[in-house]
């Protein structure tokens, strides 16, 4: 049975790695460190080594060093696992002499396969195969000849002189010298094609690297470069050949770079993440680079790899752009909950007053300007709630043509008759989850800043088309998830947008329009919605080129199933008669929603805290039909709220309200998925609507 001892700090991934051995049949020990890893080694007979690098005390690298310095023990193949994550790895891999990489993390089945093909090349070797030396019989006497020259040559010249001394041995050994000529030459051969195809694999190492790599002598001069290396600077490899670093870095850092070199001949490698070369076409590249001295041969060469890190430095902006908009996205829903309060009372008692008020009175046209007034603040409240992405949406599936169809004629009076509006709609698109009113706010939202990017008239576009999202896509936008998709795109011939302003214009209430001309919520909403309905936005645009905006929507089959929450027509406006428990901190809120449920005919209690409200339903003796709570509460919550009241009042149905939305609810763990919610601020009608419907459920 093959024995394979894993040398790994980490307990859980060794006990992994363990199992997968242990079930491909393979006698397997453990050792935590690379000290305890040695002794074992020393201890017992091993066929394969299996090491981490980064471990207490000494380093896989150390580890495997000291077993190819052992004369016993380095013929064990020695495999080290590493993240690769930088080019020193491969360095280091060669100096201290390993047999293989296996990357973390790694497919069981990838390594299995791996561990096989090493085994079965160490078998080779012990066939004679694939061996660096080979016996031969001469004089009487075995001798291994290998691939060192001088060795060779010593003994073809020791052969000479005994010819030269003796014509007799030289008659009686021609036919064994022959013959160990031939072991010779043919073991040369070997060496020569084994040469061959480690300068092949060399090749094939240098050109299919994904880094740029460049070799120098120790004086600096380059002397060989990859392909990488040429596309990195714009130069053939003839102009670069020759030269050195100096040449090629940015002016101002013409000292640093010689700096650099001199730590580097001192500490024998060294690592530099900023380092800016000039390319041939005038651009600069920022790169990290990763530089080590190596000896071949008893000569002092330099092997560097450079890595351009534009894109990683590219997906750090846009990492840090989606962290910003994920901070202003939490502040504007706060924002809008601490309103949504406000607006509740506002409204509500408005409504009352406009009520008692009737057709006629002096005060009511004043009145009705406050409700107005309520009612578009609860509208900014409700934008900054799709920004947040914290809105309510009764997603459907639905196809985007239909939707473009159905609001083009209110688009072409929004537009005005100064622009030229076109769609290019494709037949067969592909079908989205959405929000039906969410994507007609979206498209009108694009629509209304195309207009106004383009005050002396213009072209308007609007196109639909089924798009696949690949990796590399991917990769170079956080967030999204490859796959198919349908693109919506608002195309206009306007003035276009610069750079600074392209950063911003997700933002809640930034605008480039002058003052009472918007909001600064249009593009944010937008934004909002798109994210909340698992798409991307993308936006293109240069100054006087005008701009498209792109919308991403993950494609869904026309059959999918709807969502439980999908659009219900609102209760009939009745009342009834049922003992409703109202539980809310808030004296404005909580006096209105008595008012209101009192109008319609039901018996209501009030109370300001959780506790009171225990009391009370505790001595009422009549059943309590409803309990409509805020969802937070001082003391007690109203999911605990609801517990309790329920074990003295079992048919007891409950309603809660908050100012959050019931997704942000839910995400918190405060109500279960699927409970009835009422979201702050509401209309009579709508309070009303939904105790009524609650109350008739089954």
């Not at 225990?614 to 969802?631: C, E, K, R, S, W």
């Amino acid at each position: 049975m093959i024995r394979v001892l894993i040398v790994e700090d980490s307990p859980t991934q060794a006990e992994q790695l363990r199992l997968i051995l242990v079930s491909e049949g393979y006698d397997v020990e453990v050792s935590f460190d690379g000290e305890q890893g040695l002794k074992l080694v020393g201890a017992s007979n091993f066929d394969l080594v299996v090491s981490d690098i980064l471990m207490p005390g000494i380093s896989g690298y150390e580890l495997c060093r000291r077993l190819k310095a052992d004369p016993g023990k380095r013929n064990i193949p020695v495999i080290l696992l590493t993240t690769l994550s930088d080019p020193m790895d491969i360095i280091q891999g060669l100096e201290c002499g390993a047999d293989n990489f296996i990357t973390k993390p790694y497919e069981p089945a990838h390594l299995v396969e791996r561990i096989k093909n090493i085994l079965e090349s160490r078998r080779l070797r012990g066939d004679g195969k694939l061996r660096v030396g080979v016996e031969v019989m001469f004089l009487g006497k075995k001798l291994m000849i290998t691939s060192d020259k001088q060795q060779i040559l010593d003994l073809l010249i020791s052969t000479f002189e005994d010819v030269v001394r003796t014509n007799r041995e030289l008659q009686a050994s021609k036919a064994r010298l022959a013959d160990a000529t031939a072991q010779i030459a043919q073991h040369a051969n070997r060496m020569e094609t084994m040469a061959i195809e480690s300068a092949e694999k060399y090749r094939i190492f240098m050109e299919k690297a994904n880094d740029a790599i460049w070799i120098a002598e120790d004086d600096g001069s380059v002397i060989e470069v990859n392909h990488q290396m040429e596309v990195l600077l714009g130069r053939p490899a003839a102009e670069i050949i020759g030269r050195r670093i100096h040449d090629f870095v940015i002016p101002s850092q013409v000292e640093l770079a010689e700096e650099l070199r001199e730590k580097l001949r001192a500490e024998g490698r060294m690592r530099f993440g900023a380092l800016f070369l000039q390319r041939s076409d005038g651009r600069t590249v920022q790169v990290d680079v990763s530089v080590s001295i190596v000896e071949i041969g008893g000569e002092r060469l330099c092997f560097a790899i450079f890595r351009d890190i534009a894109e990683q430095k590219q997906l750090e902006e846009q990492l840090r752009q989606a962290q910003k908009m994920e901070a202003i996205g939490r502040l504007a829903g706060g924002v809008a909950h601490d309103f949504n309060n406000l607006l509740t009372a506002i409204l509500g008692y408005s409504h009352v007053v406009e009520t008692e008020l009737g057709e006629g009175h002096p005060l009511l046209a004043e009145v009705e300007q406050i409700r107005k007034a309520g009612e578009r603040a609860a509208s900014l409240t409700r934008q900054l709630l799709a920004f947040s992405r914290k809105q309510v949406l009764v997603p459907e599936v639905l196809n985007l043509n239909s939707v473009v169809t159905e609001i083009d004629r209110m688009l072409r009076r929004v537009i005005g008759e100064d622009l030229e509006l076109r769609t290019v709609l494709d037949h067969d698109l592909g079908h989205v989850l959405i929000d039906p009113t969410q994507v007609e706010q979206v498209l009108m939202n694009l629509c209304v800043n195309s207009r106004d990017a383009m005050p002396a008239g213009g072209k308007l576009t609007i196109e639909t088309n089924n798009v696949e999202l690949d990796e590399s896509y991917c990769r170079e936008h956080v967030g999204v998830t490859a796959g198919p998709y349908v693109m919506l795109a608002v195309s206009d011939t306007g003035v276009g947008m610069d750079a600074e302003t392209r950063s911003h214009i997700f933002e809640p209430f930034f605008t480039t329009k002058g003052s009472g001309k918007g909001t600064g919520l249009g593009l944010s909403t937008v934004y909002g919605i798109v994210k909340q309905s698992q798409g991307n936005v993308e936006v293109y645009s240069e100054p006087g080129k005008g701009t498209t905006l792109k919308i991403y929507l993950p494609r869904v089959d026309k059959e999918a199933e709807v969502p439980a929450v999908a659009a219900r027509k609102a209760a009939k406006e009745r009342g009834g008669t049922e003992t409703v428990l109202v539980v809310e901190d808030d004296e404005a809120i909580r006096r209105l929603v008595g008012q209101f449920l009192s109008l319609r005919g039901y018996h209501v209690i009030l109370h300001a805290n959780a506790l009171d409200a225990l009391h009370a339903a505790a001595q009422h003796t009549d059943p309590i039909g409803l309990l409509l709570t805020d969802v937070v509460l001082p003391g007690l919550s109203g999911p605990e709220l609801a517990s309790r009241v329920a074990k003295m009042h079992p048919w007891l149905k409950v309603l809660y309200m908050s100012g959050y939305t019931d997704e942000a609810i839910m995400d918190h763990g405060l109500i279960e998925p699927g409970t009835a919610f009422l979201q702050k601020p509401f209309t009579p009608d709508a309070l009303v609507g939904k105790v009524r419907a609650v109350l008739d459920e089954k």
